[in-house]
C-alpha cells in the first residue's frame, strides 16, 4: 500500500517594513489553506517573519530575533497542531548562547520534535549591479552544530537552511541517519546577476535528492524587498531529481504535491549508493588538517 502524504512549501511574499502582525496573520492564512488541502507536512522559508535584513550592516539588528517563546511563534505551532499539520517554522533566534538562523520542527500533534540551527553560514561581497546586494550572515548568526534528523508525518526528515543545501556532505550524513525528505527553508535572491542565479537555482535541490534518492521540499521567498529580488520557483523534487511541483516567480504560493514516500526505497534500490560509496576513501573530506 503506498505511504502517500501531501507535501506544501509556503512561499511567501518578500517584506519590507517586518510588521511582524502583518506577517503572522498571512501565515495563519496560509496553514488554513494547508488545512482544507489535507497537508501533513509544510515549510515556511528562511527567515521569513522578518525582512532578508542579513544583505545589510544593521547593528540595531536584535529587533529582527526572537525568543523561543515568542507568542508568533505559539500561535503558529497551535494552529498547525489544530490542522494535524507536521510544521517545520524557522525564525531568526536570540538564544542564552547566541543569535541562530533557526527552524522549528514540530510533529502533527505539536509536540516539538527538535530544532536545527543553519549550519553553514555565508558571506559574500558585494558586487556592482542592481541587487549586488551580497550577504553579512557571519555578523548577526553563529553556527548550528548538529545535524539531526526528525519523525514527523509517518517519515523522517533532515532540514537544511538555505546555504547548507550547497554542501553535499551534510546532505548526505542526514540520508545516512534514515532521512526520507529533506527540508529546505530558503531566501534566494538574483543578486546582480539574474540569468545566471535563475539558471543555477534548481541544480543542487535536484542533486541533492537524486544522489541520496529522497525528497526535497525547498521553500524560497518571491518579490522585491528593497535592491533584493527573490526568485520564488519553490520546489518539490522526488528521490530520482525530477521535479514533482514548482511555484512561480512573480506571487506568493501554496505549493503542494500529494507524494509516495515508497518511492524513497525504490530509488535507492535502482541506484544504491548506500551499498556502492567507499567511506574508507573520503578522510579528506572530515581531517581538520
Known sequence: MPRLVTLAAAQTDSVEDGDLRTIGESAHAILDEAGRQEVRLLTFGELFLAPFFA????????RFFMQDTHEVLLAL???ARRHGIALVLPFA????????????????DGREVGRYRKTHIPAYFPTEGTGGTGSFEKFYFAPGGKLETYAVAGTRIGVQICNDRLYPEASR???LKGAELIVMPIAFS????????????EVPLRARAYENGLYVLACNRVGTEGPRHHLGRSMIVDP???I?????TAAPQLLTAQVDLDAVSAARKKFPWWRDRRPDLYGPLVASD
Do not use: C, H
Open 55 to 62: 544583505n545589510r550592516l544593521e547593528e540595531n539588528f536584535d
Open 77 to 79: 505551532r497551535e494552529k
Open 93 to 108: 533566534e536570540r538564544a542564552n548562547d547566541g543569535y541562530f538562523n533557526s527552524a522549528f520542527v514540530y510533529a502533527e
Open 173 to 175: 550524513a542526514l540520508a
Open 190 to 201: 538574483t543578486y546582480a546577476d539574474p540569468a545566471q542565479r535563475t539558471s543555477i537555482w
Open 240 to 242: 530520482r531529481g525530477m
Open 244 to 248: 514533482a511541483a514548482e511555484a512561480g
